[in-house]
């Protein structure tokens, strides 16, 4: 099993310019996340989907949208990136109930000129 | 008031040392306790969890949580370079239809040098 790939690893872009980072996970698991971490604020929560076909805001979602493909698949897209977003972003998936431990990606660095 | 509180460090201990790493949280509702170590350029894993005061251990390793006090803290008994990474507490609280929210610490970064 893979568990939780994310592409790309790295990214530049320009102020202004979008992109969409993709996330998938192969443990069948109900629930997926993203989060973006920065020094000094730990992981912050941007958009979470419980399940197939939900999605829900989390703490910081202004500038961001996401997509639940299908259960394996959950996308965040940056429609208008701003230097704001550089961050490294980490995709993680958990099944429902019972502990809540959470998977992660090996995330995305990205870097907004 | 942030609901978890970790000390970011960095904390430099040599090898061998016995280390704490702490948090602090303000709610109640939290069930869960979890310690993830985060290597560089990784991901977090998890690494302990608990969900009663008292200890546990696992190898160099022991959780403790204190419900009353609402503290909690990660033991690593001879510690090593290997073990050198950033520790991120993170607590569960129920949210409605089954589902839970996790909080994370800011992380605790810890080197040990050999």
């Known amino acids: 099993n893979a568990g939780v790939t994310q592409t790309p690893k790295f990214q530049v872009l320009k102020t202004g310019q979008s992109m969409t980072l993709q996330c998938a996970q192969d443990m069948n698991h109900n629930s997926m996340y993203w989060y973006r971490q920065d020094p000094g604020m730990g992981l912050r929560l941007i958009y979470y989907?419980?399940?197939?076909?939900?999605?829900d805001k989390g703490e910081v979602p202004n500038g961001y949208n996401v997509s639940r493909l299908n259960k394996r698949e959950f996308s965040l897209r940056l429609e208008s990136a701003a230097p704001s977003q550089t961050s490294v972003y980490f995709c993680?998936?958990?099944?429902?109930?019972?502990?809540?431990?959470?998977?992660f990606g090996p995330g995305t660095r990205l870097t907004v000129t | 008031q942030k609901e978890v509180e970790q000390d970011p460090g960095p904390l430099s201990v040599p090898e061998g040392a016995i280390v704490s790493l702490n948090c602090t949280y303000s709610?109640?509702?939290?069930?869960?306790f979890m310690w993830y170590r985060q290597y560089s350029r990784k991901g977090p894993e998890l690494l302990m969890y608990t969900y009663s005061s008292g200890n546990k251990e696992d190898g160099r390793f022991t959780a403790q949580v204190d419900k009353s006090s609402k503290y909690i803290s990660l033991f690593i008994r001879d510690s090593q370079p290997s073990d050198s990474a950033t520790y991120l507490c993170a607590m569960n609280s129920p949210l409605s239809g089954g589902y839970q929210k996790v909080t994370f610490g800011t992380g605790t970064k810890l080197q040990v040098i050999p």
């Open positions: 989907s419980a399940s197939e076909g939900t999605t």
């Open positions: 709610n109640s509702a939290f069930q869960y």
């Open positions: 993680a998936s958990r099944t429902t109930g019972g502990l809540g431990e959470q998977y």
